[in-house]
């Protein structure tokens, strides 16, 4: 029986409870590229019970003995679940209790799992947001990527947890990761290419399937296996809507891979300038198996990330050939352990791994799809603090979601969003742009939170319609505001009545209104039609003008009244002709003159005057002639 401390043992836990208070029965750790690894360990004490809270969240670290005595392995990670499994009785010495426990041990980056959010990143690489992510939830981290990420102009975290978020962008750019451990922490490495590859210190490793003292691999399988031979990925960018930017890759190894096209329409322009690379990822990952072989060893070096080769297969075309472990379960057990456990020795450590050839990239397998927003939701329209309209050339806006906690309500808290408007076509359509502080219904392509797109403008309780309602119920229309800083008495307006008897229709211009028809315009009013003017009134008429009356025809001038006739004027009266002039008138052609007085008087003045008539009479208290001659007949 052996003794109960951990010194001689193949496995030995460190943990806040201090050394040799719990001793290890078994191991299981589950690994694998891009992914978070899990590891459970059954421990013990020596009667003595350990308070879950001193473990539960707290770093611990396992040391692996190599087994020719050269070095060892670590695992280190924080105890995320302890269940206390009761207690037992030493079979040699019936005065000792042992308490068992069961740790799930995992990475920090595991809290990431734990916390759902949304929110939104602007003008950031992939790089820029795991830095970010890792930082908030204390991850260790080493960035080995060698490729160059632009810079997303926006990127979504919607009702997701920060794991699945960072987890789809990295599949999406094809960065793959895993875990290097020291007896104090352990590390989440990123790479991107076979360059961040180590070696395992196992480098070179025999496969035997029978009894060997030495460290090998004691089961093999590998295989071929169909996958895709292409990928093709389509979108549409409204920059350049004639054309559908796309990537395309094809590796077509095997003779039926050539018709064995995947095809994606995304409809984001997002990545479109780097279409070609991002098809290259994903038939890289969709290949990734093809080649895929899995095996059974002791070798306690072999930890997933690294390479290992074969220096004696029963295949000579796998010796010198060099893999890459991609998944791993590792299982150590301490055989007799105060009674824990019965085991022999030679089952104290094996693993089950899985790899594939070191010139394959790995590129983790697109499994966290992006969220779907189904339906559509209301945002606020933003800008900059003196905006009243802020928008771009394209007529795009920046709104404030209601779930951006982040967001400071300002030019910054969106991408620009189209707005979709009733009518569109080139350099015609319905234009209506939202101005900030209006509420809109925000839907999204394909439900794709990348791709907003604005599909209307609602009223709340801070902004009400501009009618009162019910009691207006029968009118609608448009009513604008001036900006900037118009007030409520400050608005063009096109407003309808359609209540029945006081129908009417409403125009309202705050300045200036102007009325353009290119050919013939007829209005038609069946009753009264009043015009009134504040100030002058000016018509030029290019051609013809008749005006006819049906009845009585007044003008009222308060002042002067001028009227300018090129050629002819004719007056026609079907009965009396009345004119009348406070003060004179005068009837005045070249050197002929007519004048009227309100004193009575009245002069004609000519060269030659005549009178003709059947009968002519001249009647007044005195008349008087002067002439140089005077002529009667």
Aim: charged share 25%; proline share 3%; glycine share 8%.
């Amino acid at each position: 029986m052996q003794k109960a401390t951990q010194d001689k043992n193949v496995i030995q836990i460190s943990t806040p409870a201090g050394k040799d208070t719990l001793y290890l029965t078994r191991f299981v750790a589950q690994e694998a590229m891009s992914d978070l690894f899990v590891m459970s360990a059954n421990m013990y004490t020596v009667g003595k019970q350990i308070a879950h809270e001193d473990l539960v969240g707290k770093p611990v670290s396992i040391k692996v003995r190599n087994a020719d005595g050269g070095g060892e392995r670590y695992y280190h990670g924080i105890v995320s679940h302890l269940v206390s499994n009761g207690s037992r009785t030493a079979d040699v010495d019936e005065q000792k209790n042992y308490i068992d426990y069961q740790a799930t041990i995992v990475p920090f980056a595991a809290s990431m799992r734990n916390r759902k959010n949304s929110r939104i990143y602007q003008k950031k690489t992939v790089q820029d947001i795991f830095a970010d992510l890792f930082g908030q939830h204390n991850v260790a981290f080493s960035d080995k990527t060698s490729k160059t990420y632009p810079k997303y102009e926006y990127c979504v975290q919607y009702q997701e947890s920060d794991f699945d978020f960072i987890q789809r962008l990295l599949q999406q750019e094809g960065i793959f990761y895993f875990f290097e451990h020291s007896n104090s922490a352990h590390t989440l490495v990123l790479a991107d290419d076979i360059t961040a590859y180590e070696v395992c210190d196992e480098s070179k490793v025999v496969y035997s399937t029978g009894h060997l003292s030495a460290s090998h691999i004691s089961r093999w399988q590998g295989g071929l296996s169909l996958a895709p031979g292409s990928f093709k990925r389509v979108g549409y960018d409204f920059k350049q809507p004639s054309r559908y930017p796309d990537g395309e890759q094809a590796n077509p190894e095997l003779p039926t891979q050539s018709v064995s096209e995947v095809f994606e329409y995304t409809g984001e322009a997002e990545c479109h300038p780097r279409a070609a690379n991002l098809a290259s990822v994903q038939l890289e990952s969709l290949q990734r198996d093809m080649k895929l072989s899995s095996g059974r060893s002791d070798c306690r070096s072999f930890t997933v990330g690294k390479l290992f080769s074969f220096k004696k297969h029963e295949d000579p075309r796998l010796e010198g050939k060099t893999f890459v472990i991609t998944s791993m379960m590792t299982s150590i057990t301490v055989p007799n352990q105060s009674g824990a456990l019965q085991a022999s020795a030679e089952e104290v450590y094996s693993n089950h791994f899985e790899c594939v050839p070191k010139e394959i990239p790995y590129r983790a397998q697109v499994n966290k799809k992006k969220p779907v927003i189904n339906g559509v939701q209301t945002a606020i329209v933003t800008g900059d603090s003196a905006d009243e309209i802020m928008i771009d050339q394209y007529g795009r806006v920046k709104v404030q979601f209601d779930w951006d906690r982040e967001g400071k309500k300002d030019s910054k808290s969106s991408c620009w969003i189209r707005v979709a408007q009733n009518w569109a076509g080139k350099k015609w359509g319905a234009f209506f742009f939202p101005r900030v502080g209006q509420e809109v219904l925000v839907d999204f392509i394909n439900g794709d939170p990348d791709q907003p797109i604005i599909s209307g403008a609602i009223y709340n309780a801070d902004l009400m319609p501009p009618y009162a309602l019910p009691a207006e119920k029968t009118q609608s229309g448009i009513k604008t505001r001036s900006t900037k800083e118009g007030g409520a008495d400050n608005f063009n307006e096109l407003r309808f009545e359609d209540k029945k008897g006081s129908e009417l229709v409403y125009i309202q211009a705050e300045k200036d209104k102007q009325l353009y028809v290119k050919n013939d315009q007829n209005d038609k009013t069946d009753n009264d039609h009043n015009v009134e003017i504040g100030n002058d009134n000016k018509v030029l008429i290019g051609n013809d003008r008749t005006v006819d009356v049906g009845n009585n025809d007044t003008l009222n001038v308060k002042t002067n009244r001028v009227s300018d006739i090129g050629d002819n004027d004719t007056l026609k009266v079907g009965k009396t002709l009345n004119i009348e002039a406070g003060d004179e008138i005068v009837i005045k052609t070249g050197s002929a003159q007519i004048k009227m007085s309100s004193s009575g008087n009245i002069t004609i003045e000519g060269t030659n005057i005549d009178i003709k008539g059947s009968n002519i009479k001249v009647d007044g208290s005195a008349i008087t002639l002067s002439a140089g001659m005077i002529k009667l007949n």
